[in-house]
RNA sequence: GGCGGCAUGGCCAAGUGGCUAAGGCAACGGUCUGCAAAACCGUUAUUCCCCGGUUCGAAUCCGGGUGCCGCCUCCA
């Protein structure tokens, strides 16, 4: 079975080669450092995560790279705005994705150039499409010939004479043709400047990443990635002014993930509707973010709302509940081992159930990374190893502990991938209650002082004084749960 | 105006030519429980926006319609 992964260059899904057998070359747009990440860029970072996690789980030697955008006007803009240098800015808000995406799991690419590391090479760039007749000077800023390169537009599929036709394009003194973009652009006083060919100046948005690509990947490479909002103009440009300097094509997998949604509009600075990372931090764990996004296809729209963050919370209960009760029945997951046999038909309908969920898994993964149905396949396994669980009432065999172990193992293998399920269950729910208790200003010793009064009223089967008590924790959003071991209690956040 | 995408049960969401249309959430009934909760079992789409067509056979392909969204300016 090989991976198949839907390019948009070709508006298909493909069987994925990798240009070297059994080496994957990849690159994904990452942000330009001007402000907080919002539930967009999670999106992004998650998917080529999971994409990168994956290709690795498969075998693949990856060498993955996302830039930073630390040099363009909206960093400028925030720098004036704010008073404050456009580096320190930049600086500031790299170091904020960082906090953001770590919290989220995002495992840090191979290289993460910035582009202002990169500026000679830029240079180098540009010089050669002039050279090749592809740019022209005009002043001090350096432009890119769109109709010299008589592939642009086949990415976003659109042709020049559309392009003018219906949109108002600047009309920038210069440009020999409105869709002509920017490769070097002279700087104003006070702004970020390097010396250049043409003088005093910074580079455009585009070039970085044909520049950096190269460097790293060399000029034809696998997999590019980012948002669909990337596809045009950026990517289009990516290609032109690659293609057209180094004579050979670019990368040849195109990826671009759906945006996140509010009210089915797109999330947006514009709109205003927006909700950075941080902010989510305060309600959910990352993990539950985490689990929302991969909960749809990554081409696909997704609404980012309450109700659907409530959903993502408590799928994850449902995972870590398993993993606990697994882990108290066979006391922690050993060490990877060949499933024991049993003439049992409940054994091996389970048996089953784990002995295929690997290639279940990997089977929708391989179909353009279709994670929503890779965790149909995880929630599929929780519910047989509950089940199992609940059939037996008494003390479970060995052979039935080897299972269960074996089964919570490759459930957390599974996850793994996903970035999910990577913490211990003692760890999510401490961490659900500590956010619960201090979202609905709870205190925790009033709720355990209830709950050891209940705990004594239950002792002296005073059912009326339990219930009243129960009554009253339900009435602070505390449920709790009897268990012969004695009782535990959760917090019910408003949005369940 | 140009280009592209989407429409599946109460909600979310897989499935893109053929076994009983995954899975999650919610609801209801049951098992368990002092009663609950959690967990488990069962029930909830003869049907996949509408109308035509192709086919032995379509949610899946083609044509038309309706609705929603995105890109064409910075954007993950």
Redesign the pocket.
């Known amino acids: 079975m090989t991976i198949r992964i839907y390019n948009t260059m070709s508006?298909q899904k493909e069987a994925f080669e990798p240009l070297e057998p059994g080496r994957v070359h990849m690159y994904v747009?990452?942000?330009?450092a001007y402000d907080f990440c919002?539930v967009?860029?999670a999106?992004?970072a998650i998917v080529f995560d999971v994409i990168y996690r994956y290709l690795q789980y498969r075998g693949f030697e990856v060498v993955c790279v996302r830039n930073f955008?630390d040099v363009?006007?909206?960093i400028i803009k925030r720098g004036q705005e704010e008073g404050a240098n456009p580096q320190a800015i930049a600086e500031q808000y790299i170091e904020a994705f960082y906090e953001d995406m770590d919290q989220l799991g995002v495992v840090r690419p191979d290289y993460e150039p910035r582009a202002t590391q990169f500026i000679q090479e830029m240079i180098e760039l540009i010089e050669i499409l002039i050279e090749k007749g592809y740019a022209y000077q005009v002043d001090g800023d350096v432009y890119f010939a769109v109709e010299k390169f008589s592939g642009y537009g086949k990415l976003?599929?659109?042709?020049l004479d559309?392009?003018i036709?219906?949109?108002?394009?600047?009309v920038e003194a210069g440009k020999r043709h409105p869709?002509d973009?920017a490769l070097w652009k002279a700087s104003k006083p006070g702004e970020p400047a390097w010396p250049s060919p043409w003088g005093e100046g910074r580079p455009g948005?585009h070039i970085e990443c044909s520049a950096m690509s190269s460097k790293y990947l060399g000029s034809t490479f696998d997999i590019h990635g980012?948002?669909?909002?990337?596809?045009?103009?950026?990517h289009e440009n990516e290609i032109a002014q690659s293609e057209a300097a180094f004579g050979k094509s670019f990368a040849r997998y195109w990826v671009h993930?759906?945006?996140?949604?509010v009210n089915?509009?797109?999330?947006?600075?514009?709109l205003g509707n927006f909700f950075t990372i941080r902010e989510v931090y305060e309600r959910y764990q990352p993990e539950v973010l985490r689990l929302f996004l991969l909960?749809?296809?990554y081409r696909?729209?997704?609404?980012f709302s309450p109700?659907?963050m409530?959903?993502a919370e408590?799928?994850l209960?449902?995972f870590y509940?398993?993993i606990e009760q697994v882990s108290e029945l066979v006391g922690g997951l050993p060490r990877a081992e060949q499933l024991p046999t049993s003439k049992d038909p409940e054994f091996n309908s389970l048996r089953e159930k784990i002995d295929t969920i690997l290639t279940r898994f990997q089977d929708?993964m391989d179909?353009?990374f279709?994670t929503?149905?890779a965790?149909?396949q995880l929630?599929?396994l929780?519910?047989?190893l509950?089940?199992f669980?609940?059939?037996r009432p008494g003390k479970p065999t060995p052979e039935e502990k080897k299972l269960l172990a074996q089964g919570g193992l490759r459930l957390r293998e599974c996850a793994k991938v996903l970035g999910l399920l990577e913490r211990s269950p003692e760890e999510f729910f401490r961490e659900h209650r500590r956010m619960s208790l201090e979202m609905l200003d709870i205190d925790q010793e009033a709720v355990e002082g209830l709950i050891a009064e209940r705990a004594q009223a239950?002792k002296e089967k005073n059912?009326?004084r339990?219930?009243e008590i129960?009554n009253k924790l339900a009435e602070m959003s505390i449920?709790?749960?009897?268990?012969p071991e004695g009782t535990r209690w959760r917090v019910k956040t408003p949005s369940?």
Do not use: Y
Not at 226 to 234: A, E, S
Not at 257 to 261: A, D, S, T
Not at 264 to 269: A, G, I, P, T
């Open positions: 508006g747009c990452g942000i330009t919002h967009g860029h999106r992004s955008t363009d006007d909206k976003s599929k659109r042709k559309d392009m036709a219906g949109a108002r394009v600047a869709m973009f948005w980012g948002g669909k909002d990337l596809i045009f103009p950026h993930n759906g945006f996140v949604n089915q509009e797109k999330m947006s600075k514009s909960s749809s296809h696909s729209p997704v609404d109700e659907s409530a959903e408590r799928g209960e449902r509940h398993t929708d179909d353009d279709n929503a149905a965790l149909g929630f599929d929780s519910r047989a509950n089940r669980q609940d059939n239950r059912w009326a339990a219930d129960r449920v709790v749960e009897d268990k369940e």
